[in-house]
């Protein structure tokens, strides 16, 4: 069975779908690699990295391949490319990328969608959403770092003492975890809030200060461990309660996320109004419309003296392990798929299921399935 592994084409991604260091582990169960030349040049994997583990170079990577692994959606070109029953794993924003799934249904595609992982203990190897989360919060407390016109830790020095820049950071999920982490690593003082109760504890053994606000959150997290989304009135007293901290913060990281549904406002024009100048928010949830109201997704924005970062695909910024975290996530995920050296399908197994969006020249995943039928009418 041959693996493919193409260059990304989609404009500035500098990831790749597997790394040189991951083949053998696939030759071991019997697959062949076919990447094409370039693909890992932009995340610091050379042509010769990939040819020394045995895998082929080609010029193309998809038109043969049974299996093809990607980190971007296929384009239409892409998609026209793929050999009809070919199987492919990547992340395909599928609640966003409707005709994309069903260019990949009418071309008989099983397409996996990476973003659809269950949220189950064993697929935490396979959880590529939580991998580019790390990433992501790390890189954002980097960029405020380097755009806030303070240090971050304290100083005493002959010249007078520093004091510690103040973060804020809403939702302490994967990236919000990891942007406390790294800003308490930069020596800032840092306070957190997230509408999931069980956050609290994770929060303050990071060394970070939970923010309590006076809001009834029990039903705030689904059984699939992701939050629930709350009504407008919750987010406005939200909005309320957060005000104070928001003022007293140099940076705010906000990372709150309702999968399948624009990213709450969680921040208002009043609110960055009330931070001193010079202030930084990274908007980690840009890529779903943003948690404040004055992000503009893929731009950064000056609003009453803050800087406002609304920058898409952070982890592609940390091409490198970025792609190692994923080529480990994918390759876990297609071993999970593979029997005897050949791809098997359990579709009463959840983890095989779960992902499991395009399939018999059908969209089968049953959260897309409505969004059609909606997209329709
Ligand atoms: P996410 O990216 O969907 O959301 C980010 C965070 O925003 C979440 O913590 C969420 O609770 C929070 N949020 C949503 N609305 C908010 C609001 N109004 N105010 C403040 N915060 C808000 O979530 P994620 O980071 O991918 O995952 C969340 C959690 O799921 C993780 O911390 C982890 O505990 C758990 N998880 C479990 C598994 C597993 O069991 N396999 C895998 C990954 C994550």
Redesign the pocket.
């Known amino acids: 069975m041959r693996i493919g592994v193409p260059q990304e084409t989609t404009p500035g991604e500098r990831r790749v779908a597997l790394v040189p260091d991951l083949i053998a582990k696939l030759a071991k169960s019997g697959l062949e690699v076919v990447v094409q030349s370039g693909a890992g040049e932009a995340a610091g994997y050379p042509d010769s990295a990939y040819a020394e583990k045995g895998a082929r170079l080609e010029p193309d990577a998809i038109a043969s391949a049974d299996v093809v692994l990607k980190v971007q959606p296929p384009g239409t070109a892409e998609i026209e490319k793929l050999k009809s029953g070919a199987i492919l794993i990547s992340f395909l924003q599928p609640y966003d990328n409707l005709a994309g799934i069903q260019a990949l249904a009418a071309r008989n595609i099983t397409a996996f969608s990476m973003e659809l992982?269950?949220?189950?203990?064993r697929?935490?190897p396979m959880?590529a959403?939580?991998a580019m989360?790390t990433v992501a919060g790390y890189k954002a407390v980097l960029l405020a770092a380097s755009r806030l016109p303070r240090f971050f830790p304290l100083l005493m020095t002959a010249a007078g003492t520093i004091t510690p820049s103040r973060v804020f950071v809403?939702?302490?999920?994967?990236?919000?975890?990891q942007a406390i982490a790294t800003a308490k690593r930069l020596g800032a003082v840092v306070e957190a809030?997230?509408?999931?109760p069980?956050?609290k504890e994770?929060v303050e053994s990071l060394g970070a200060k939970f923010a309590e606000l006076a809001l009834e959150t029990k039903d705030?997290?689904a059984k699939t461990?992701?939050?629930?989304?709350?009504s407008e009135d919750?987010?406005k007293r939200?909005q309320e309660m957060m005000l104070t901290s928001m003022a007293a913060a140099d940076v705010v990281i906000t990372?709150?996320?309702?999968?399948g549904q624009r990213?709450?406002i969680?921040i208002t024009e009043e609110m960055v109004r009330a931070m001193r100048p010079g202030s930084v928010i990274v908007d980690l949830?840009a890529e779903q419309g943003g948690?404040c109201s004055l992000t503009e997704p893929g731009a950064e924005v000056h609003r009453h003296g803050v800087l406002i970062l609304g920058l898409l695909n952070l982890p592609g910024s940390v091409p490198f392990h970025a792609s190692q975290m994923y080529a480990k996530n994918v390759t876990n995920y297609l071993l999970h798929l593979v029997k005897d050296g050949a791809i098997q399908l359990d579709l009463t197994d959840e983890l095989t299921k779960g992902p499991l969006v395009t399939h018999q020249g059908a969209v089968v995943h049953p959260a897309i399935q409505p969004r059609l039928a909606e997209a329709a009418r």
């Open positions: 992982m269950p949220r189950i203990t697929a935490q959880d959403l939580s989360s809403i939702g302490a999920g994967v990236a919000g975890l809030y997230d509408t999931r069980a956050v994770q705030a997290e461990g992701y939050a629930k989304a709350q919750f987010y939200q990372t709150a996320l309702i999968p990213a709450p969680l949830a948690n």
